[in-house]
């Protein structure tokens, strides 16, 4: 087997499109379908059944798809392990992240990789902390960053930073000092999602003190973190965020940041990936590296 065709053919598995595979590794639609037509001819398997516009992967092309990936990863080993075009190694790296990962700590992760992997290229998928682990599961992307655990035998879990959360209020709020949970019931509440991390340890907090989540005065659910926070801003109703989410608008005196009293339960943000997925050599460069990449003080 040629192992361009078989990079070729990864492609146009992963972008479901012969079209949009020719686009990322610049080449013609026409060669992308030749390297495709050439490798059917050397297996002698039907890798892809043409249904008018569509190309539909066969059971066939997907056992090969694994193997494309196993072989391709055994190529670029042997390629850092000679100390040749180690900074060459090019590809994508899907990440499916929450929040506030999303907006705080992969930016400057991805910073960091391609200062050594400049041919580097990241898709980043942002959803709540229970949509990433499904992501990751179904293997829809390479690996996520997400602040709650969902613990299944196949995903393995790799602590990165550890954080607070805190309850955010508007610079007219009467609030004061260290905030008591029963303190916090008689205010306008905004409330993420119920798949955010945020909301999964909210919830465990509320049972630990014996209060169900009616006895918040809340208003309104967002999907958003960044939603959340104009919530507040507007003076609409008070909030409980990650205290590294609240940490900008506190600085430039936009909002307040309160201490829970017995909120002290430990937050972590996790990198999580799927056991059974055969990943990239800039993938496990990535996911090998991910402590290094988060440094507490670049926060």
């Known amino acids: 087997m040629d192992l ?38 050397t297996l002698n398997v039907k890798l892809f059944d043409r249904v008018g516009r569509e190309n539909i992967l066969t059971p066939s092309g997907k056992r090969l798809y694994q193997w494309a990936l196993k ?18 190694l090019r590809g994508m790296i899907r990440i499916a992240a929450s929040s506030v990962p999303g ?3 992969i930016p400057k992760m991805v910073k960091q990789f391609r200062e050594q992997y400049p041919k580097a290229i990241f898709h980043i998928n942002q959803s709540s902390s ?8 179904n293997g829809s992307v390479d690996f996520g960053i997400l602040g709650e655990k969902y613990e299944n035998d196949k995903l393995c879990y790799i602590p990165l930073l550890k954080e607070n959360l805190v309850l955010i ?24 999602n119920s798949d955010s991390g945020t909301n999964s340890l909210i919830e465990k907090f509320l049972k630990k003190n014996q209060i169900i989540k009616d006895q918040l005065n809340i208003v309104a659910y ?6 959340l926070i104009q919530f507040v801003l507007q003076e609409i109703g008070i909030a409980i965020i990650s205290e590294m989410a609240a940490r900008e608008y506190y600085d430039r005196n936009l909002l ?20 059974n997925k055969t990943q990239s050599m800039l993938s496990n460069l990535f996911i090998e590296s991910a402590n290094e990449l988060v440094e507490p003080k670049t926060f």
């Open 103 to 105: 907006q705080f700590m």
């Open 4 to 41: 361009h065709q078989l990079f070729v053919f990864t492609k146009v598995v992963e972008h479901n499109s012969f079209s949009k595979a020719a686009e990322d590794i610049y080449l013609s639609q026409s060669t992308v379908s030749s390297h495709i037509q050439a490798l059917e001819r």
């Open 256 to 275: 307040k940041i309160h201490e829970i009293v017995g909120f002290n339960d430990e937050r972590y943000f996790y990198l999580v990936y799927n056991l």
């Open 169 to 192: 209020t508007a610079q007219t709020s009467d609030i004061v000092g260290p905030v008591n949970i029963l303190d916090i019931l008689k205010y306008p509440f905004i409330m993420r």
């Open 222 to 227: 967002t999907e958003s973190g960044q939603s």
């Open 130 to 137: 229970k949509n990433v682990a499904e992501k990751v599961l």
């Open 71 to 88: 072989l391709l990863l055994l190529k670029d080993q042997a390629m850092l392990d000679l100390k040749e075009g180690a900074t060459e």
